[in-house]
């Protein structure tokens, strides 16, 4: 537990502070049960020193020129790529995740946001307005605080994507990790001190919804912008319309992958098995209902099932692992939950469903990769959210009919298709109703591209230039050249 203790719980206006009064909460790392960290959620004085420390911050930083504050971010980028084992291995002991994706999907993907946002935010201008003798111009501004509320299952990528557009427009930030992995974004508060961030403009305050919940509803903060379920979004959306504070809503999904019967099969079962168990599958963009057209789907599930059984679930800290435990005992009781009303509905278990032993990692929170077919549209797991490493596999004859049924869903966050019919590729991505779609490949999300929800999976997007929308307001300035013309 040593080693993974950090100094205190919050990391507050440069430095660590704790507060013993705060509710306490354990880290467990997920592979063996054991408590890692001990931490106390944040009290009110803890979230007014940084609340107050932000808005000083923010102040002094919005005062710099642009090229200085991305500066700042590019040497946070090259801080977190120089130290990708070190925070990748904290990634795998805050989340279970395997450290052979760890140490390409995770770090790696927070720098990346610091460093195009830290690049392109020189060239955040406004516009002139002509108008006649007249003209008008804009100003971006920033909005002043925001606050970050993160998931647990990717904490330092969600830390870095919110903090990165949020610093480069000007914002002080005020994150909260999820109360389940509170360890990654102490380091990255870190690095940003080191970077050279003046203190309190990225501040760390750990606790539960209700810490959560105080920070939405703060009068000093103008923006929340929160990574969760879509339960905590209504709820957090909603704390923020009282004081009519700017949203951005990164929440869940439920979302179809379309296999056409002329689709590179194995390329196509690459990107299921990508969209369904990365992460231990508790991506929220997975592809978790997979329809494959029917002529070609006893193929499909044949070779699914081979190459399904030959993931190697284990040590998430050895290398050659590629599947480590799910977050948490609860997440491993809720999964399991889901496998069973599967089975009672009457979907066909094709493989997994349990939970391997893993040596020496008996109290791990490990389940097996698991396939289902014959599944139906009003079967549970085909409509709510698992978060876990369950495929659905479903049948379908026509475009239309497997559109239909691809849409027929509250969420929209992604949608996948994979088919050779280049007409047919562009038809069926533009009919999604989904915020991000992919053709021949699944779940890719680099940084350049625009991230997020339509319909229940969320408000806003997050990455690309799209992201600096909603971390920024614009002002407009019209500027008067002649007499003023007026009746009176
Ligand atoms: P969650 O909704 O339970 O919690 C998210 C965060 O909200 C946590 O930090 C939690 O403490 C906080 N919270 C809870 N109640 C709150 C309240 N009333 N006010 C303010 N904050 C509150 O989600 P989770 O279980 O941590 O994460 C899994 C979910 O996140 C899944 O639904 C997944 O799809 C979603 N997710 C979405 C994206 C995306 O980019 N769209 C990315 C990752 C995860």
């Not at 003046?198 to 305050?205: C, I, K, R, S």
């Not at 959306?237 to 379309?258: D, F, I, N, Q």
């Not at 939970?355 to 079967?379: K, L, S």
């Not at 049948?395 to 509250?410: I, P």
Request: hydrophobic share 40%.
């Amino acid at each position: 537990m040593t080693l993974f203790q950090p100094k205190a719980s919050h990391f507050v206006d440069g430095a660590y502070i704790e507060d013993t009064a705060g509710t306490a909460f354990d880290c467990v790392y997920p592979a063996t049960g054991e408590v890692i960290a001990k931490f106390h959620s944040a009290t009110p004085s803890i979230i007014d020193a940084a609340l107050n420390s932000a808005q000083r911050a923010q102040k002094q930083w919005a005062a710099l020129m642009p090229v200085e504050r991305g500066r700042v971010l590019r040497r946070a980028a090259d801080f977190i790529r120089d130290r990708n084992r070190e925070l990748s291995e904290l990634e795998t002991m805050d989340t279970g995740k395997a450290l052979q994706e760890t140490l390409v999907a995770d770090a790696t993907s927070g720098a990346d946001a610091l460093e195009y946002f830290g690049g392109i935010v020189s060239g955040m201008t406004g516009e002139t307005v002509p108008l006649g003798e007249d003209f008008a111009y804009t100003i971006r501004e920033p909005l002043g605080v925001c606050v970050g509320i993160g998931a647990w299952n990717y904490p330092t990528q969600i830390a870095c994507w919110k903090a990165a557009p949020a610093l480069a427009c000007g914002n002080a930030m005020v994150f909260k990790p999820s109360e389940t992995t509170p360890l990654c974004a102490l380091k990255i508060a870190e690095i940003f001190i080191e970077a050279g961030a003046p203190a309190g403009l990225f501040n760390v305050v750990q606790g539960l919804g209700d810490v959560g919940a105080a920070l939405s509803t703060d009068p000093r903060v103008d923006k929340v912008s929160l990574t969760g379920s879509v339960p905590t979004g209504r709820k957090v959306y909603a704390a923020a319309a009282e004081g009519l504070r700017h949203v951005t809503m990164e929440l869940g999904g439920k979302s179809p992958l379309l296999v056409f019967e002329d689709a590179d099969i194995e390329d196509a079962i690459s990107g299921a098995m990508l969209g369904n168990f990365y992460s231990t599958g508790q991506v929220c963009s997975n592809g978790t209902r997979v329809f494959v057209h029917n002529s070609i789907k006893e193929q499909f599930l044949s070779r699914l099932k081979t190459r399904t059984e030959a993931i190697r679930v284990g040590d998430p800290l050895n290398e050659d692992t590629h599947l480590g435990p799910l977050v948490s005992k609860a997440q491993l009781e809720k999964v399991t939950r889901y496998i069973e009303i599967a089975k009672s509905e009457g979907a066909t278990l094709v493989t997994g469903g349990d939970a391997p032993r893993v040596n020496g990692h008996e109290a791990g929170f490990f389940i097996a990769p698991t396939v289902f077919a014959d599944v139906t549209d009003d079967m549970t797991i085909a409509r709510e959210e698992i978060f876990g490493p369950v495929m659905a596999v479903l049948g379908f004859d026509t475009e239309v009919e497997a559109l239909t049924r691809a849409n027929a869903t509250e969420f929209g966050l992604s949608a996948g298709v994979f088919t050779k019919d280049i007409s047919r590729a562009h038809r069926v991505a533009k009919a999604f109703e989904a915020g991000t779609c992919w053709i021949n490949t699944y779940n890719l999300a680099p940084v350049e591209v625009p991230f997020g929800g339509s319909k229940q999976s969320g408000v806003g997007r997050e990455n690309s230039k799209a992201a600096l929308d909603y971390y920024s307001q614009i002002k407009s300035v019209y500027v008067g050249m002649g007499r003023v013309d007026s009746p009176y």
